[in-house]
């Protein structure tokens, strides 16, 4: 039965018999927090055009395929059982239980969030954080890995690594937030999660073809794609930050100003160090860069000033732009620098918070109040926020190193294709479909005339006379003149 009424200023009134008590529920804040789901459901796909405008062509549409099958897994995972294992107020200091399985009670009652909105309002904005972290480390599976497998590993990470650390770090009930860790938006369960998982992914996969070589020298394939994507991750940030103040308020207005910022000067720090050696004004370290102040700002956005954002702008555009020759100097073939930006961003924001997190900031809301951080001379608070982002980072790594190994012996669920498909590209081979017209491949045939035929698909030496026989106004080859291939000319260069 639902217990609402309204009074004279048309505010929702839910009743609850058991406690004998009323809450009263905000209309403004109600259209706030649903504003800002809608913000943070177009990261997602945003997130997809800027995965995808960095690849090579052959590959360009199967990440913008995934980041909307990330959102339809996680939806469903979600209503079964993900909402529960994250947000229900009777369980451990680890993982919440199945009370709210299926959505069981999640509808009128005032949300474990804020009293000021109703639960059915606190899930579906709590669902948007839930559909982007996956997709963030599945940019790690770019270039080599099956659409199927990765699939099922979007519910099993979701279910084993998000949950439990979302649950921690934001319920009441979580070991991190009776600790005292200060993560207003998602450094560690989104970031430092998916970060981290992203290097465990490009571990456990392995180099691309040809890595190391000329072949993968290569330059984002649409530059266009990468600024679209980071247009719509910026606008929708202000959703993801502004929104996890759950009102309509002066707090919720701060951190929508700090994200801005932040996003400006990382930006710019990205940019004039990538001029410092090239001497090129260059689009992608812009979005890079901004990109990075986005990450770290986003667990200090309810907590910091305006004063102390620039530092998160400055660090996160510096740190993480140092961060992407990681993978050149550990072996590991991270093509998207996911866990740069994202794992060296995110604990850079939540060491920062830890000194920067301010009372005032935090009462902004009228009702919040904190400790703060070193500029309030809690100086204990540092080790609050180095306990929940080691705690983060290590359970993810583990946890995802697991998952995969599981999956690599089950012969259906293995996620690395065979070389002749990776040649190919994943938007034909898995697909059967392309972001564009011409998909040259030519320049990855010199590489597969010298590797010998493989046990899961036809001859690689075959590729140029049967792979696209039935297809030959969609692919166009360049013939090689006495068997030798021409150098690859600037046209056919992005492949």
Not at 102 to 122: E, H, K, T, Y
Not at 222 to 251: Q, Y
Not at 371 to 382: D, E, I, L, R, S
Request: proline residues 4%; charged residues 10%; contains cysteine.
């Amino acid at each position: 039965m639902v217990n609402l009424t309204q009074d004279a200023s048309a505010n929702i009134i839910y009743y609850d018999a058991e406690t004998d008590k009323s809450y009263v529920y905000n209309l403004g804040d109600i259209s706030f927090v649903l504003v800002a789901t809608v913000l943070v459901w177009v990261m997602t796909p945003g997130l997809g055009f800027f995965y995808s405008g960095l690849l090579r062509r052959k590959n360009a549409l199967s990440m913008i395929y995934l980041s909307m099958g990330t959102l339809a897994i996680v939806s469903f995972q979600w209503f079964f059982w993900g909402f529960s294992l994250t947000f229900s107020d009777t369980a451990n200091p680890f993982i919440g239980d199945l009370r709210h399985f299926g959505m069981i009670g999640v509808l009128d009652q005032p949300s474990i969030g804020s009293a000021r909105i109703p639960s059915i309002v606190f899930c579906i904005y709590q669902l948007m954080f839930a559909a982007i972290t996956p997709m963030l480390a599945a940019g790690a599976f770019a270039e080599r890995a099956r659409l199927g497998p990765v699939m099922v590993w979007i519910f099993l990470w979701s279910t084993l690594v998000y949950d439990p650390i979302a649950y921690w770090t934001w319920n009441p009930k979580g070991w991190g937030a009776t600790l005292g860790n200060l993560d207003f938006a998602g450094g560690t369960p989104v970031h430092i999660s998916s970060g981290t998982a992203a290097l465990a992914i490009s571990i456990y996969l392995g180099k691309r073809s040809g890595y190391g070589t000329e072949r993968l020298a290569y330059k984002p394939q649409n530059t266009s794609f990468v600024v679209l994507g980071t247009i719509l991750l910026w606008f929708g940030w202000f959703g993801f930050n502004g929104g996890s103040a759950l009102a309509a308020n002066i707090r919720a207005a701060y951190a929508c100003f700090v994200t801005n910022l932040a996003a400006s000067v990382g930006g710019i720090t990205w940019l004039l160090w990538d001029w410092r050696l090239e001497r090129k004004w260059s689009a992608v370290g812009f979005c890079s860069g901004a990109i990075a102040g986005l990450v770290a700002i986003t667990p200090a956005s309810g907590y910091v000033g305006a004063p102390a954002s620039l530092a998160f702008g400055v660090a996160a555009g510096t740190f993480c732009n140092f961060a992407t020759q990681l993978k050149y100097i550990f072996g590991y073939d991270d093509c998207l620098d996911i866990f740069a930006a994202h794992a060296v961003g995110g604990l850079v924001g939540n060491i920062l918070t830890g000194f920067f997190a301010q009372q005032g900031i935090a009462a902004l809301d009228g009702s919040s109040t904190i400790a703060g951080g070193w500029v309030n001379h809690h100086y204990k608070q540092m080790g609050f926020q180095l306990a929940n982002s080691t705690a983060g980072l290590t359970y993810s790594f583990v946890m995802t190193t697991i998952i995969l190994w599981v999956m690599h012996y089950i012969p259906f669920l293995r996620l690395r294709v065979s070389t002749r498909d990776e040649m190919l590209g994943i938007d034909d081979a898995e697909m059967g479909e392309f972001a564009y017209d011409y998909v040259g491949i030519e320049s990855d045939l010199p590489i597969a005339k010298m590797v010998p035929p493989i046990a899961d698909g036809p001859d690689l030496n075959s590729l140029h006379s049967d792979a696209y026989s039935q297809r030959p106004s969609t692919v166009k080859w360049d013939e090689p003149a006495n068997g030798i291939y021409p150098p690859r000319s600037p046209q056919t260069r992005n492949v």
